[in-house]
Protein backbone atom coordinates (compact mmCIF):
# COMPACT_ATOMS: atom_id res chain seq x y z
CA UNK A 1 0.00 0.00 0.00
CA UNK A 2 2.93 2.33 0.47
CA UNK A 3 4.36 1.47 -2.26
CA UNK A 4 1.44 2.21 -4.22
CA UNK A 5 1.18 5.65 -2.71
CA UNK A 6 5.19 6.85 -3.01
CA UNK A 7 4.16 5.77 -7.09
CA UNK A 8 1.28 8.23 -7.18
CA UNK A 9 3.33 10.98 -5.52
CA UNK A 10 6.29 10.42 -8.26
CA UNK A 11 3.68 10.38 -10.53
CA UNK A 12 1.78 13.79 -9.86
CA UNK A 13 5.36 15.78 -9.39
CA UNK A 14 6.20 14.18 -12.67
CA UNK A 15 3.13 15.93 -14.09
CA UNK A 16 3.68 19.38 -12.27
CA UNK A 17 7.14 19.05 -13.81
CA UNK A 18 5.64 19.33 -17.14
CA UNK A 19 4.57 23.00 -18.30
CA UNK A 20 1.06 24.03 -19.31
CA UNK A 21 0.33 22.74 -22.77
CA UNK A 22 -2.49 24.10 -24.88
CA UNK A 23 -2.05 27.51 -22.88
CA UNK A 24 -1.37 30.99 -25.58
CA UNK A 25 -0.37 32.84 -22.33
CA UNK A 26 2.78 33.12 -20.42
CA UNK A 27 1.82 30.48 -17.57
CA UNK A 28 3.53 27.72 -16.25
CA UNK A 29 3.37 25.53 -13.02
CA UNK A 30 5.96 27.97 -11.45
CA UNK A 31 2.91 30.67 -10.97
CA UNK A 32 1.00 27.82 -9.29
CA UNK A 33 3.80 27.29 -6.77
CA UNK A 34 4.58 30.88 -6.21
CA UNK A 35 0.82 31.45 -6.16
CA UNK A 36 0.13 28.64 -3.50
CA UNK A 37 3.46 29.79 -1.76
CA UNK A 38 1.91 33.09 -1.22
CA UNK A 39 -1.42 31.87 0.27
CA UNK A 40 0.57 29.75 2.82
CA UNK A 41 2.72 32.48 3.90
CA UNK A 42 -0.21 34.73 4.17
CA UNK A 43 -1.67 32.02 6.40
CA UNK A 44 1.44 31.78 8.77
CA UNK A 45 1.69 36.26 8.55
CA UNK A 46 -1.85 36.16 9.20
CA UNK A 47 -1.86 33.48 12.20
CA UNK A 48 1.53 34.67 13.79
CA UNK A 49 0.48 38.30 13.77
CA UNK A 50 -3.23 36.92 15.90
CA UNK A 51 -0.70 35.26 18.11
CA UNK A 52 1.21 38.06 18.49
CA UNK A 53 -1.80 40.97 19.21
CA UNK A 54 -2.72 37.92 21.93
CA UNK A 55 0.41 37.57 24.06
CA UNK A 56 0.81 41.38 23.34
CA UNK A 57 -2.32 42.33 25.52
CA UNK A 58 -1.26 39.69 28.32
CA UNK A 59 1.93 41.33 28.72
CA UNK A 60 0.45 44.91 28.49
CA UNK A 61 -1.53 43.94 31.90
CA UNK A 62 1.53 44.21 33.65
CA UNK A 63 2.93 47.90 33.33
CA UNK A 64 4.47 50.63 35.87
CA UNK A 65 7.81 48.99 37.94
CA UNK A 66 5.96 45.95 37.06
CA UNK A 67 7.52 46.09 33.10
CA UNK A 68 10.53 45.35 34.52
CA UNK A 69 10.35 41.83 36.03
CA UNK A 70 7.83 41.21 33.37
CA UNK A 71 10.19 41.79 30.63
CA UNK A 72 13.37 40.06 32.57
CA UNK A 73 11.34 36.95 32.76
CA UNK A 74 10.00 37.16 28.96
CA UNK A 75 13.84 37.49 28.00
CA UNK A 76 14.86 34.66 30.46
CA UNK A 77 11.92 32.31 28.99
CA UNK A 78 13.10 33.44 25.27
CA UNK A 79 16.93 32.89 26.45
CA UNK A 80 15.83 29.69 27.38
CA UNK A 81 13.82 28.79 24.23
CA UNK A 82 16.71 29.73 21.91
CA UNK A 83 19.25 27.36 24.57
CA UNK A 84 17.36 24.31 24.68
CA UNK A 85 15.80 24.16 21.09
CA UNK A 86 18.28 25.92 18.50
CA UNK A 87 19.35 29.07 17.81
CA UNK A 88 17.47 30.51 14.60
CA UNK A 89 19.79 33.41 13.59
CA UNK A 90 19.10 36.78 12.83
CA UNK A 91 18.75 38.60 9.70
CA UNK A 92 22.66 38.31 9.40
CA UNK A 93 22.29 34.51 8.52
CA UNK A 94 18.61 34.89 6.28
CA UNK A 95 20.93 36.88 3.97
CA UNK A 96 24.65 34.58 4.23
CA UNK A 97 22.32 31.80 3.23
CA UNK A 98 20.47 33.16 0.51
CA UNK A 99 24.28 34.09 -1.15
CA UNK A 100 26.08 31.30 0.26
CA UNK A 101 23.97 28.40 0.83
CA UNK A 102 22.12 28.47 -2.35
CA UNK A 103 19.46 30.31 -1.65
CA UNK A 104 18.32 27.49 1.29
CA UNK A 105 16.41 28.71 4.48
CA UNK A 106 16.46 25.68 6.87
CA UNK A 107 12.96 25.43 7.99
CA UNK A 108 13.89 23.49 11.40
CA UNK A 109 14.72 26.84 12.98
CA UNK A 110 11.41 28.04 12.44
CA UNK A 111 10.14 26.57 16.46
CA UNK A 112 12.52 28.52 17.87
CA UNK A 113 12.03 31.62 15.74
CA UNK A 114 8.67 31.79 16.71
CA UNK A 115 9.05 30.81 20.48
CA UNK A 116 11.28 33.10 20.62
CA UNK A 117 10.60 36.04 18.81
CA UNK A 118 6.94 36.06 19.52
CA UNK A 119 8.03 36.32 23.31
CA UNK A 120 10.24 39.15 22.65
CA UNK A 121 8.10 41.27 21.01
CA UNK A 122 5.27 41.06 22.70
CA UNK A 123 6.32 41.88 25.89
CA UNK A 124 7.91 44.65 24.24
CA UNK A 125 11.04 44.47 22.63
CA UNK A 126 12.49 46.88 20.50
CA UNK A 127 12.51 44.76 17.68
CA UNK A 128 9.80 44.06 15.27
CA UNK A 129 8.19 40.53 14.05
CA UNK A 130 9.72 41.27 10.25
CA UNK A 131 12.19 39.40 10.39
CA UNK A 132 11.00 36.27 11.99
CA UNK A 133 8.27 36.06 9.44
CA UNK A 134 10.89 36.59 6.88
CA UNK A 135 12.89 33.36 8.34
CA UNK A 136 9.74 31.94 8.75
CA UNK A 137 8.00 32.04 5.03
CA UNK A 138 11.53 31.82 3.45
CA UNK A 139 12.02 28.85 4.63
CA UNK A 140 8.97 27.65 3.67
CA UNK A 141 9.67 28.65 0.34
CA UNK A 142 13.14 26.47 1.05
CA UNK A 143 10.75 23.74 2.17
CA UNK A 144 8.50 23.46 -1.17
CA UNK A 145 11.03 24.33 -3.73
CA UNK A 146 12.92 20.64 -2.59
CA UNK A 147 9.21 19.29 -2.20
CA UNK A 148 9.00 20.29 -5.95
CA UNK A 149 12.40 19.20 -7.07
CA UNK A 150 13.46 22.97 -7.92
CA UNK A 151 17.34 23.65 -8.04
CA UNK A 152 19.64 26.46 -8.55
CA UNK A 153 18.38 29.83 -8.72
CA UNK A 154 14.48 28.62 -8.98
CA UNK A 155 15.05 27.45 -5.42
CA UNK A 156 16.87 30.54 -4.27
CA UNK A 157 13.90 32.29 -6.04
CA UNK A 158 11.18 30.20 -4.43
CA UNK A 159 12.71 31.41 -1.33
CA UNK A 160 12.88 34.60 -2.19
CA UNK A 161 9.88 34.48 -2.94
CA UNK A 162 8.64 33.60 0.33
CA UNK A 163 10.81 36.15 2.40
CA UNK A 164 8.51 38.49 0.49
CA UNK A 165 5.31 37.08 1.16
CA UNK A 166 6.25 37.41 5.22
CA UNK A 167 7.14 40.76 4.70
CA UNK A 168 4.82 41.98 2.44
CA UNK A 169 2.13 40.83 4.92
CA UNK A 170 3.17 42.91 8.13
CA UNK A 171 3.21 45.75 5.64
CA UNK A 172 0.56 45.65 3.60
CA UNK A 173 3.11 46.56 0.54
CA UNK A 174 3.77 44.05 -2.43
CA UNK A 175 5.57 45.70 -4.41
CA UNK A 176 7.88 47.19 -1.52
CA UNK A 177 8.38 43.92 0.26
CA UNK A 178 9.01 41.94 -3.07
CA UNK A 179 12.11 45.08 -3.62
CA UNK A 180 12.71 44.68 0.02
CA UNK A 181 13.81 40.52 -0.16
CA UNK A 182 15.76 41.88 -3.10
CA UNK A 183 17.67 44.90 -2.05
CA UNK A 184 17.88 43.79 1.56
CA UNK A 185 20.70 40.77 0.08
CA UNK A 186 23.50 43.22 -1.14
CA UNK A 187 24.69 46.45 -0.40
CA UNK A 188 24.78 47.51 -3.82
CA UNK A 189 23.62 45.62 -6.24
CA UNK A 190 19.77 45.99 -5.66
CA UNK A 191 19.05 43.30 -8.10
CA UNK A 192 21.34 40.82 -7.94
CA UNK A 193 18.98 37.78 -8.06
CA UNK A 194 16.67 39.48 -10.46
CA UNK A 195 14.80 36.23 -11.60
CA UNK A 196 13.39 36.23 -8.27
CA UNK A 197 11.32 40.07 -9.04
CA UNK A 198 8.13 37.74 -10.60
CA UNK A 199 8.07 35.07 -8.05
CA UNK A 200 8.49 37.52 -5.19
CA UNK A 201 5.54 39.76 -6.34
CA UNK A 202 3.59 36.82 -7.10
CA UNK A 203 3.70 35.23 -3.92
CA UNK A 204 3.46 39.37 -2.14
CA UNK A 205 0.18 39.70 -3.92
CA UNK A 206 -1.34 36.05 -3.08
CA UNK A 207 0.20 36.46 0.76
CA UNK A 208 -1.23 39.80 1.22
CA UNK A 209 -4.88 38.82 0.45
CA UNK A 210 -4.77 35.74 2.33
CA UNK A 211 -3.23 38.02 5.12
CA UNK A 212 -5.87 41.20 4.82
CA UNK A 213 -8.72 38.54 5.10
CA UNK A 214 -7.35 36.92 8.37
CA UNK A 215 -6.97 40.23 10.10
CA UNK A 216 -9.61 42.61 8.21
CA UNK A 217 -6.47 44.78 7.27
CA UNK A 218 -7.80 47.32 4.95
CA UNK A 219 -6.42 49.98 2.49
CA UNK A 220 -4.85 52.79 3.21
CA UNK A 221 -2.01 54.96 4.99
CA UNK A 222 -0.89 53.05 8.68
CA UNK A 223 0.95 56.09 10.21
CA UNK A 224 -1.07 59.30 10.60
CA UNK A 225 0.93 62.33 9.13
CA UNK A 226 -0.38 65.34 8.07
CA UNK A 227 -1.20 65.86 3.95
CA UNK A 228 1.77 66.99 2.55
CA UNK A 229 2.11 70.31 0.21
CA UNK A 230 4.26 70.41 -3.17
CA UNK A 231 5.98 74.38 -2.62
CA UNK A 232 8.45 73.56 -5.50
CA UNK A 233 12.19 72.32 -6.06
CA UNK A 234 13.17 73.61 -3.23
CA UNK A 235 11.57 70.79 -1.38
CA UNK A 236 14.12 68.35 -2.73
CA UNK A 237 16.71 69.97 -1.61
CA UNK A 238 15.18 69.79 1.81
CA UNK A 239 14.53 66.76 1.82
CA UNK A 240 18.67 65.89 0.72
CA UNK A 241 19.15 67.74 3.75
CA UNK A 242 16.55 65.94 6.57
CA UNK A 243 17.82 63.09 4.90
CA UNK A 244 21.70 63.93 5.96
CA UNK A 245 20.41 64.40 9.31
CA UNK A 246 18.90 61.25 9.24
CA UNK A 247 21.96 59.42 7.65
CA UNK A 248 24.36 60.92 10.71
CA UNK A 249 22.00 59.32 13.08
CA UNK A 250 21.97 55.96 11.07
CA UNK A 251 26.08 56.24 11.77
CA UNK A 252 25.14 56.78 15.24
CA UNK A 253 23.26 53.76 15.62
CA UNK A 254 25.24 51.22 14.43
CA UNK A 255 28.33 52.47 16.49
CA UNK A 256 25.64 52.58 19.61
CA UNK A 257 25.05 48.70 18.43
CA UNK A 258 28.86 48.03 18.09
CA UNK A 259 29.41 49.29 21.95
CA UNK A 260 26.50 47.24 23.48
CA UNK A 261 27.69 44.09 21.30
CA UNK A 262 31.49 44.87 22.78
CA UNK A 263 29.99 44.71 26.18
CA UNK A 264 27.52 41.61 25.84
CA UNK A 265 30.97 39.47 24.24
CA UNK A 266 33.05 40.78 26.82
CA UNK A 267 32.86 37.94 28.71
CA UNK A 268 30.85 34.87 27.81
CA UNK A 269 27.47 34.29 29.05
CA UNK A 270 24.65 31.77 28.44
CA UNK A 271 22.05 33.20 25.88
CA UNK A 272 19.43 33.39 28.77
CA UNK A 273 21.80 35.25 31.23
CA UNK A 274 21.90 37.74 27.93
CA UNK A 275 18.34 37.74 27.29
CA UNK A 276 17.64 38.67 31.07
CA UNK A 277 20.35 41.14 31.18
CA UNK A 278 18.93 42.20 28.48
CA UNK A 279 15.21 42.50 29.66
CA UNK A 280 16.02 44.16 32.62
CA UNK A 281 17.54 47.03 30.88
CA UNK A 282 14.77 47.66 28.50
CA UNK A 283 12.12 47.49 31.18
CA UNK A 284 14.06 50.00 32.85
CA UNK A 285 13.70 52.46 29.43
CA UNK A 286 10.41 51.10 29.30
CA UNK A 287 9.32 52.56 32.81
CA UNK A 288 10.54 55.68 32.64
CA UNK A 289 9.80 56.39 29.00
CA UNK A 290 6.65 53.93 28.28
CA UNK A 291 6.67 54.97 24.49
CA UNK A 292 10.02 53.67 23.91
CA UNK A 293 8.41 49.68 24.70
CA UNK A 294 7.44 47.68 21.68
CA UNK A 295 7.91 47.74 17.94
CA UNK A 296 6.33 50.83 17.33
CA UNK A 297 4.12 49.68 14.95
CA UNK A 298 1.31 51.58 16.68
CA UNK A 299 3.59 53.85 19.00
CA UNK A 300 4.31 56.01 15.52
CA UNK A 301 0.58 57.25 15.64
CA UNK A 302 1.35 58.45 19.38
CA UNK A 303 4.47 59.55 18.39
CA UNK A 304 3.11 62.15 15.79
CA UNK A 305 0.02 62.82 17.53
CA UNK A 306 0.97 63.73 20.80
CA UNK A 307 2.60 67.13 21.92
CA UNK A 308 5.85 65.85 23.28
CA UNK A 309 8.05 68.91 24.31
CA UNK A 310 11.68 69.27 22.56
CA UNK A 311 13.23 67.18 25.69
CA UNK A 312 11.11 64.88 26.04
CA UNK A 313 11.30 64.04 22.04
CA UNK A 314 15.08 64.32 22.73
CA UNK A 315 15.21 61.95 25.33
CA UNK A 316 12.76 59.62 23.46
CA UNK A 317 14.80 59.41 20.57
CA UNK A 318 18.18 58.66 22.29
CA UNK A 319 16.71 56.23 24.71
CA UNK A 320 14.70 54.02 21.74
CA UNK A 321 18.37 53.85 19.79
CA UNK A 322 19.42 52.59 23.01
CA UNK A 323 16.63 50.20 23.33
CA UNK A 324 16.93 48.77 19.65
CA UNK A 325 20.99 48.49 20.18
CA UNK A 326 20.46 46.42 23.54
CA UNK A 327 17.61 44.44 21.82
CA UNK A 328 19.99 43.35 18.48
CA UNK A 329 22.89 42.91 20.64
CA UNK A 330 21.24 40.68 24.08
CA UNK A 331 19.90 37.97 22.20
CA UNK A 332 16.43 39.32 21.71
CA UNK A 333 14.53 37.97 18.27
CA UNK A 334 13.07 40.45 16.04
CA UNK A 335 13.35 42.87 13.07
CA UNK A 336 14.73 46.72 12.88
CA UNK A 337 13.05 48.00 10.18
CA UNK A 338 10.09 49.79 11.97
CA UNK A 339 11.89 50.85 15.04
CA UNK A 340 14.74 52.58 12.58
CA UNK A 341 11.07 54.43 11.22
CA UNK A 342 9.96 55.25 14.83
CA UNK A 343 13.28 56.75 15.37
CA UNK A 344 13.87 58.85 12.17
CA UNK A 345 10.21 60.80 12.85
CA UNK A 346 11.41 61.26 16.14
CA UNK A 347 14.24 63.37 14.37
CA UNK A 348 11.52 64.81 11.60
CA UNK A 349 9.91 66.18 14.80
CA UNK A 350 13.10 67.73 16.49
CA UNK A 351 14.35 69.29 13.56
CA UNK A 352 10.38 70.70 13.10
CA UNK A 353 10.93 71.82 17.01
CA UNK A 354 14.08 73.86 15.64
CA UNK A 355 12.77 75.21 13.14
CA UNK A 356 9.23 75.45 12.74
CA UNK A 357 8.82 76.86 9.39
CA UNK A 358 9.54 73.48 7.50
CA UNK A 359 7.32 71.17 6.58
CA UNK A 360 7.03 68.68 9.31
CA UNK A 361 5.98 65.73 6.99
CA UNK A 362 8.81 66.16 4.49
CA UNK A 363 11.21 66.26 7.34
CA UNK A 364 9.58 62.99 9.10
CA UNK A 365 9.11 61.17 6.32
CA UNK A 366 12.93 62.14 4.79
CA UNK A 367 14.45 61.20 8.05
CA UNK A 368 12.52 57.90 8.07
CA UNK A 369 13.74 57.31 4.75
CA UNK A 370 17.00 58.02 5.14
CA UNK A 371 17.94 56.26 8.68
CA UNK A 372 16.08 53.25 7.01
CA UNK A 373 18.22 53.46 3.89
CA UNK A 374 21.46 54.01 5.77
CA UNK A 375 21.06 50.55 7.16
CA UNK A 376 19.44 48.51 5.71
CA UNK A 377 20.87 49.59 2.14
CA UNK A 378 17.07 49.20 0.51
CA UNK A 379 16.47 52.64 -0.97
CA UNK A 380 14.01 51.56 -3.80
CA UNK A 381 12.23 49.51 -1.60
CA UNK A 382 12.06 52.24 1.40
CA UNK A 383 10.73 54.46 -0.90
CA UNK A 384 7.90 52.65 -1.90
CA UNK A 385 7.04 51.07 2.07
CA UNK A 386 6.85 54.56 3.28
CA UNK A 387 4.89 55.94 0.40
CA UNK A 388 2.36 53.00 1.22
CA UNK A 389 2.39 53.41 5.24
CA UNK A 390 2.24 57.04 5.54
CA UNK A 391 -0.31 58.24 2.34
CA UNK A 392 2.97 60.52 1.32
CA UNK A 393 2.10 60.13 -2.40
CA UNK A 394 4.82 62.28 -4.27
CA UNK A 395 7.47 59.46 -4.30
CA UNK A 396 10.50 62.11 -5.72
CA UNK A 397 11.26 63.42 -2.69
CA UNK A 398 11.09 60.18 -0.37
CA UNK A 399 13.36 58.72 -3.14
CA UNK A 400 15.79 61.70 -2.71
CA UNK A 401 15.96 61.16 0.79
CA UNK A 402 16.02 57.33 0.55
CA UNK A 403 19.36 57.72 -1.61
CA UNK A 404 21.10 60.37 0.36
CA UNK A 405 21.02 57.85 3.13
CA UNK A 406 21.78 55.15 0.99
CA UNK A 407 24.98 57.12 -0.60
CA UNK A 408 25.80 58.35 2.89
CA UNK A 409 25.58 55.18 4.57
CA UNK A 410 29.30 53.38 5.80
CA UNK A 411 31.01 51.71 3.35
CA UNK A 412 31.04 48.68 5.15
CA UNK A 413 27.22 47.28 6.05
CA UNK A 414 25.70 47.31 9.04
CA UNK A 415 24.55 43.77 7.73
CA UNK A 416 28.08 41.87 7.53
CA UNK A 417 26.25 39.49 4.97
CA UNK A 418 25.34 41.74 2.46
CA UNK A 419 28.98 42.36 1.68
CA UNK A 420 30.92 39.88 -1.12
CA UNK A 421 32.05 36.99 0.14
Not at 48 to 76: C, D, H, K, R, S
Not at 81 to 106: A, S, T, W, Y
Not at 132 to 159: A, C, D, H, N, Y
Not at 336 to 362: E, K, R, S, W, Y
Request: hydrophobic share 55%.
Amino acid sequence: MKLKSKRKIVKYLDVLDQPIRFSPFLFSRVFLLWALLGLIGGLIAGLYWLALVFLTEQFAVFNGWLVIPTMAIAGLLAGLVIHFIGDPGEMQLIVNNIRFNKGKLDPKNNPSMILSSLLCVASGGSLGPESPLVQITGSTGTWMGKLFRLKGEELRSMSIAGMASGFTALFGAPLGGSLFALEILHHKHAVEYYKAIIPALVASCFSFVVFALIIELGLGPMWDLKTYEYTGVADFGMAIIFAAAGAALGWGFIYCVKFFKTLFEAKPLPIYIKTVIGGILLGTIAYYLPITRYFSHFEINELLNGELTFKLLVAVLIFKIIAIAITVTSGWRGGFIIPLFFVGAALGMIIHQLFPDTNLTLAVVSCMAAINACVTRTPMSTTILLATLTGFTYFIPILFASLTGYFLAPRIPFIGAQMDR
